[in-house]
């Protein structure tokens, strides 16, 4: 059974930075996609960030994050991150580690694309 762990969440000043760990037992690194996603109150969940491999590790963002979010995996650790610098108030959310079995480079950022789900950390940041 996959278990997903994450941690890191806080409190931070607009500009400030945090680094997002989400421990997995139970699950091959590099056996499937792993991303993380965000749910802000009152807005749908949104995929954020992704690291996949087919036929070489890949990454991709969305938009509203990218240059500024940077998602990495430790495989000696089994634990996925998430750098995040240049926060801002948008960014204040849950964010979710989530992880499936296989690599595929599509629909990357959908819910649908993932089956295993942490329970979630939090990040405010304050202007």
């Known amino acids: 059974q996959v278990q997903l762990v994450e941690s890191g969440g806080g409190s931070v000043q607009t500009g400030g930075s945090l680094r997002l760990s989400c421990v997995a037992s139970?699950?091959?690194?590099?056996?499937?996609?792993m991303a993380w996603f965000r749910q802000a109150p009152g807005k749908a969940r949104e995929g954020i960030a992704t690291i996949y491999n087919t036929g070489g590790r890949s990454t991709y963002y969305a938009d509203s994050v990218k240059g500024r979010f940077t998602i990495s995996q430790d495989y000696a650790k089994s634990t996925l991150f998430l750098q995040m610098t240049s926060l801002k108030p948008d960014d204040a959310a849950v964010y979710y580690c989530?992880?499936?079995?296989?690599?595929?480079?599509?629909?990357?950022?959908?819910?649908?694309?993932?089956?295993?789900w942490g329970q979630g950390t939090q990040v405010t940041v304050s202007s």
């Open positions: 139970g699950y091959t690194f590099g056996s499937g996609n």
């Open positions: 989530a992880a499936r079995r296989g690599n595929t480079g599509y629909g990357v950022l959908r819910q649908s694309t993932y089956n295993c």
